[in-house]
Each structure stands twice: as C-alpha cells, then as structure tokens.
C-alpha cells in the first residue's frame, strides 16, 4: 500500500464469506480488523435484547474502534454486511473524516447450494440471532439497496463460488500502488513457495501444530495454503491439477498477458501456455536457466 490511509469495507449477505475474505486483507496488508458480529453478540450476552437499536450500536461501536485505529495511522478493513445506505455511509463519512481512501469489497457466492451449505454449517460461537435461516437470508437479499453511482468506482465484487483462492487474494486487488513499474519491468505482487508433498491433510500436523502456521483452504483439493502471523505465505501441493509438472514458486503479477508477451519475446522456456483456468487464475509456465518452473499468474475477479 501507500502512505495513504487504506478503509476497506466488506458487505454481503450472511455466509458467503465476508469473514474469510477480511481475515486475509488485514493479514497481508498489516491492517487492523473490525468486525460488527462479535460486538453485536457481546452486547446481547451483557443483556441487550436483539433490535435494531442493538445492532445499530453495534455499528457504531465497530466505527469509535475503526476511526482510532485510522487516527493512530493503522489501515482497517471492516467485516459487516453493510447491505442498506445508513450503514453504508458511516464509513463513507469515517473516511471522509480520516482522510482514509475507501474500498468496498461486496462478496457473494453464485452457488445457491454451496451458499446455503456454508450456512447451515457454520459455527462462530455466537447466539443464535446472529446466525440466520436461509428464509432470512432471502428476505436480506431483497431489502439489500443498490449501490450508488459514488461507489461505483471503488467497488470490487468477489465471487467466492468459483474457488476461495480468489476471495483470498483480493488483498492485490485493494493494493494501491500496483500495475506496471516505472522501469517497464512487469511488477510482481507476491511471491508465494510450492511444496510438493504426499499427503495435504497431513500436512497440518507439521505446519499447523509444529510451526503455528494458519490454514487458509481455497477449496482445491489438491492444494493447499498456510500463513504465518507475520502475512508470509507457504502452498503445498499434491499435483498441479492442469499443468505438466508442479511449479517451484507461484508468482501474482498485475498483468500476466504482458508478462506472457514477454516471456515469448525472450524465448524462455514455456511449459505451459497462457491459460484461464476454471478456479480463477489466468497463469503460465516458464523455466528459468536452472530449471524451476514458475507459475506466473493473476487473479481474475
């Protein structure tokens, strides 16, 4: 990011993984994380009876504790649904105040199955008003209110149906300072090792019980991510399910079609062709001069 102030706030209905998207913004852009449910629950446990007034408080308690960590200098992503304008404009104006660029993030997940599985699956120790039937969900989608014409350019959508790999990784697409670098060489995002190993399931015991490492899964079976508290990133694989061979390294690039067009320019070792694949990624194989193969890729929205 930028010297900029970054707010970055999430809205969605419940269950399609507004929680899971914030958690790896705040990891992999150092930001503070803050999140409307758990106040709201805590409120209820001290006695507060669930209306809209509680929730209403809720909000506004997750904003005092946003705007200091914005006025101490810290980046915040803000984990709420944020589906009506009066929600919606309390963090416009919190910007606004702070001097804070705003990102909106909506998440959604086209797969009404997968949706509602996640839903009833769930468990986030909370009471159970917070936690919806699929009626309600239905009847939050209709009162959601459109998004104004003074959002539209800082609004990303996110499909978490396709793969959780790209509800990961919107954390590049809220970086401010990407694209092509000044020096015309192609600008590298991240920079994520590939291991390749028998078993991924039994992988946990080492990298999560030994070392401390968290598990992101991204709904592949074939691979998996672990990420240490500092935001640094270790994949493991059995296989790459569509290349020739598992690459060495994966590699986020702003612009993978340059970086394609260039690689050919070079003649460098192609291994596998420029291809959009059906989990979210638009990537290549290339071998460098000692032979590793790296995936260089970009995260389609």
């Known amino acids: 990011m930028t010297s900029t102030l ?10 399609v993984g507004k929680s899971t998207v914030a958690r790896a913004v705040a990891a992999r852009e150092h930001a ?31 904003e005092v504790v946003a705007r200091d960590a914005l006025r101490l200098g810290h980046d915040v992503v803000v984990d709420a649904a944020n589906y009506v304008e009066d929600a919606r404009r309390l963090w416009r104006n919190l910007a606004r105040e702070c001097a ?10 086209s797969d009404e199955v997968a949706h509602r599985g996640r839903l009833a699956s769930r468990d986030r120790g909370f009471g159970s008003v917070l936690e919806p039937t699929w009626e ?5 989608r209709d009162a959601t209110e459109p998004w104004p014409t003074v959002d539209r350019d800082r609004l990303l959508r996110v499909d978490t149906a396709a793969a959780w790999e790209i509800a990961l990784d919107v954390a590049r697409e809220v970086t401010k300072d990407e ?6 060489h192609m600008r590298v995002a991240r920079i994520i090792p590939d291991l390749v190993v028998g078993d991924i399931e039994a992988t946990e015991r080492f990298y ?11 709904g592949l079976d074939w691979v998996t991510r672990y990420v240490a508290p500092s935001g640094a990133l270790l994949q493991v694989l059995t296989h ?13 690039v702003a612009d ?16 596998h062709p420029l291809t959009s694949e059906p989990w979210g990624v638009r990537r290549f194989f290339v071998r460098d001069p000692d032979g590793n193969v790296l995936n260089i890729l970009h995260h389609r929205q």
Not at 208 to 218: A, W, Y
């Open 240 to 252: 790459d399910v569509a290349g020739p061979m598992a690459p060495a390294v994966s590699i986020t």
């Open 6 to 15: 970054s707010l970055v706030a999430l809205a969605g209905l419940p269950g």
């Open 179 to 184: 694209g092509e670098a000044d020096d015309g």
């Open 136 to 140: 309600q969900v239905l009847g939050r």
């Open 256 to 271: 993978v079609d340059a970086a394609y067009d260039d690689a050919v320019r070079l003649g460098l070792d192609i291994v």
């Open 208 to 218: 999560g019980d030994f070392l401390g490492l968290t598990r992101e899964r991204l």
């Open 32 to 62: 503070v994380i803050v999140s409307v449910d758990p106040v709201e629950d805590a409120l209820h446990r001290a006695g507060l009876a669930a209306s809209h007034q509680t929730g209403l408080a809720a909000y506004l308690v997750a």
């Open 100 to 109: 804070a660029d705003l990102t909106w993030v909506e998440v959604v997940c």
